[in-house]
């Protein structure tokens, strides 16, 4: 509780980025939900502008407002850099949001969502129904076990497009950060194959990003990309994702395709698309770029 300047009592959440030396906050109504499952502790907030709030291990990772701009930035720029991915796997996602906006691309055949836990999809579903407008489309595959396991077990050569959609390196997901990890996915993609994972903030993560991008390299990987977006939910505001592609480059994207798409987008567009891609001074001297 803080005490405002009028005196009122207010609620907040906040979460402290030790990293970082910095702390963010959202006023809230009311905590909806907390549970801890075998995985992580999940909580669920109504705040006062933000709509809803899912908080995984006191860490934000999606808000009724803000949770667009990573959502579209996580598939829509790998979809239209792919020239047509038909078999996609999402490894966590738990929430939907990103099942949701592979789904809108109709080369899709069939997507397959990989969360370990299975509380954070029933309470998407509770609280984020519109995150999981897409959950019953007959493409759709949720399954519930470990995405490392699941990716080692894969057939070679059997998958156009792996987004990692995962919390933080940490816990469960630590190994989805790794050269194993990468082998495996690389071994599953087809030779055109598209591999994109979050990979936090580009301040405060630089050093995350740089080991990333040569465990992708170790892991045989011709072409790595980092793109740039904003996310004011998640600590310094500034988020990036890794893409990764198999045998052939990553200089180009589907412009056409972007600029006709036949789905409504809040944030992608072939400019927000191009703008991604454009690293930063300070980022292309750390990235030896
Ligand atoms: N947008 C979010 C962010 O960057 O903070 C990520 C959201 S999504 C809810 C992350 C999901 O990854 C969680 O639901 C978590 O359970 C899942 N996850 C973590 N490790 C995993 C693993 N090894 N296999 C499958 N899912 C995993």
Sequence with gaps: MTATPTGAAETWFSEQHARS??????????RLHAEQTPFQTIEIYDTTDWGKLMVIDGCTMVSTRDNFLYHEMM???????????????????????????VLKHEEVEQAVQVEIDERVTRLAEQYFPELCASNHDPRAQLLFIDGIKYM?????ESID????????????????FNAAFYASCFRALRPSGILVQQSESPLVHLDLIKAMRTSMRMAHFQAVRTLLFPQPLYPTGWWSCT?????????????????????DTRYYSVETHKAALALPPFMREALGE
């Design 161 to 176: 497009l792996i987004i990692v959609d995962s919390t933080d390196p940490v816990g469960p997901a630590e190994g989805l």
């Design 243 to 263: 893409m990764a592609r198999k045998n052939a480059d990553l200089s180009d994207f589907r412009e056409r395709g972007a600029a006709q798409r036949q789905f």
């Design 152 to 156: 080692a077990e894969q057939d070679p």
């Design 75 to 101: 598939s829509h720029p790998a979809l239209f850099t792919h020239a047509r991915a038909k078999r996609v796997v999402i490894i966590g996602g738990g929430d939907c949001g990103t099942l949701r906006e």
């Design 21 to 30: 030396g910095s702390s963010f906050g959202l006023r809230v109504n009311a």
